[in-house]
């Protein structure tokens, strides 16, 4: 683990997949952030380390009245991690930020929930659900609801068993990288004016379907939500897209829809137009004043 991960000396830090002080029900979904998978909402909690117990059942928790505990909460919007509340138990939230400030620096407190979330999910892969540790366990959506032990799934809710699945077939990436291997470079993209045509094309099917057109760009091309938005503001600028604020319905033009149209149909390797039809298709694109692949210059 990076040294600047680890906890001060005397304390402990952990996550956990729910909002703190509220009651964990049920698993929240799984998304993107980057290039890792993390909860939608989750807590991080720091505390000194003789404010931590360890339970019967063998989970762990953090007793605000035995030092000071903070907890911190974190919610992923548009596919970015967002800090949205800072909670204490017993104690002045204020008295308990400024203890923390002195042992963790706050910049770091967002980079620390991402690690230990992403520590979270690497046990609960490992341990196929909740880790021992985690105190929800033998919460209300972890029933027992098999006497045989031997059946793999008797204690797993259906959220748990579609975490596993996801976090099994989409994140090998994101956790390799937990466990200290090194992530594969990802290839770099050029951002050319094709490359930005379908930019404006996923944004554009995206805004009309009602989802979130950056996030829509963001999962099509594997780019972290920044990178997305930057490559939207560079189609606004090339007039592929309409100014920011302006619904794409708003400037609708069957012109340039049929031109968007076109090209992606000639970049698609998937179709295998005739001779013919190909050259039906460059005519009618240089007609709309579209320029034709492989022509420029």
Same mark, same amino acid.
């Given at each position: @683990?990076?040294?600047? *991960?680890?906890?001060?000396?005397?304390?402990?830090?952990?996550? !956990?997949?729910?909002?703190? @002080?509220?009651?964990?029900?049920?698993?929240?979904?799984?998304?993107?952030?980057?290039?890792?998978?993390?909860?939608?909402?989750?807590?991080?909690?720091?505390?000194?380390?003789?404010?931590?117990?360890?339970? +019967?059942?063998?989970?762990?928790?953090?007793?605000?009245?035995?030092?000071? %505990?903070?907890?911190?909460?974190?919610?992923?919007?548009?596919?970015?991690?967002?800090?949205?509340?800072?909670?204490?138990?017993?104690?002045?939230?204020?008295? %308990? @930020?400024?203890?923390?400030?002195?042992?963790? =620096?706050?910049?770091?407190? =967002?980079?620390?929930?991402?690690?230990?979330?992403?520590?979270?999910?690497?046990? !609960?892969?490992?341990?196929?659900?909740?880790? &021992?540790?985690?105190?929800?366990?033998?919460?209300?959506?972890?029933? %027992? %609801?098999?006497?045989?032990?031997?059946?793999?799934?008797?204690?797993?809710?259906?959220?748990?068993?579609?975490?596993?699945?996801?976090?099994?077939?989409?994140?090998?990436?994101?956790?390799?990288?937990?466990?200290?291997?090194?992530?594969?470079? +990802?290839?770099?993209?050029?951002?050319?004016?094709? !490359?930005? =045509?379908?930019?404006?094309?996923?944004?554009?099917?995206?805004?009309?379907?009602? @989802?979130?057109?950056?996030?829509?760009?963001?999962?099509? !091309? /594997?780019?972290?939500?920044?990178?997305?938005?930057?490559?939207?503001?560079?189609?606004?600028?090339? /007039?592929?897209?309409?100014?920011?604020?302006?619904?794409?319905?708003?400037?609708?033009?069957?012109?340039?829809?049929?031109? *968007?149209?076109?090209?992606?149909?000639?970049?698609?390797?998937? =179709?295998?137009?005739?001779?013919?039809?190909?050259?039906?298709?460059?005519?009618?694109?240089?007609?709309?004043?579209?320029?034709?692949?492989?022509? &420029?210059?």
């Amino acid at each position: @683990m990076d040294d600047a *991960l680890k906890p001060p000396g005397g304390w402990k830090i952990a996550a !956990f997949p729910w909002f703190a @002080m509220d009651e964990p029900t049920e698993l929240p979904r799984l998304l993107r952030v980057g290039s890792v998978l993390l909860p939608e909402f989750f807590h991080l909690v720091i505390a000194p380390q003789d404010a931590w117990r360890t339970y +019967r059942d063998g989970s762990e928790g953090a007793e605000g009245w035995r030092a000071p %505990v903070l907890f911190l909460n974190f919610q992923v919007y548009e596919g970015e991690l967002e800090m949205t509340e800072a909670r204490s138990a017993y104690q002045d939230i204020g008295t %308990v @930020m400024e203890t923390v400030r002195k042992v963790i =620096k706050p910049d770091k407190w =967002k980079l620390l929930g991402i690690h230990y979330m992403t520590q979270y999910l690497l046990q !609960f892969m490992d341990e196929g659900g909740r880790p &021992e540790s985690d105190p929800a366990r033998t919460g209300g959506d972890w029933p %027992v %609801v098999s006497a045989d032990e031997s059946d793999p799934y008797g204690n797993r809710p259906k959220a748990a068993i579609e975490w596993l699945d996801q976090l099994q077939s989409h994140a090998a990436e994101a956790y390799a990288s937990a466990r200290g291997t090194p992530n594969p470079r +990802r290839k770099r993209q050029r951002i050319t004016d094709d !490359f930005l =045509k379908k930019v404006a094309r996923v944004y554009a099917i995206s805004e009309r379907a009602g @989802m979130a057109p950056t996030r829509e760009v963001a999962n099509q !091309f /594997k780019a972290p939500h920044s990178t997305a938005a930057k490559w939207v503001a560079s189609a606004r600028r090339k /007039k592929f897209l309409p100014p920011a604020g302006t619904p794409v319905d708003g400037a609708y033009d069957p012109t340039i829809e049929r031109r *968007l149209e076109i090209e992606y149909e000639l970049h698609d390797s998937l =179709k295998n137009h005739t001779p013919a039809e190909r050259h039906a298709l460059e005519v009618e694109l240089q007609s709309l004043g579209g320029e034709v692949p492989g022509r &420029e210059g």
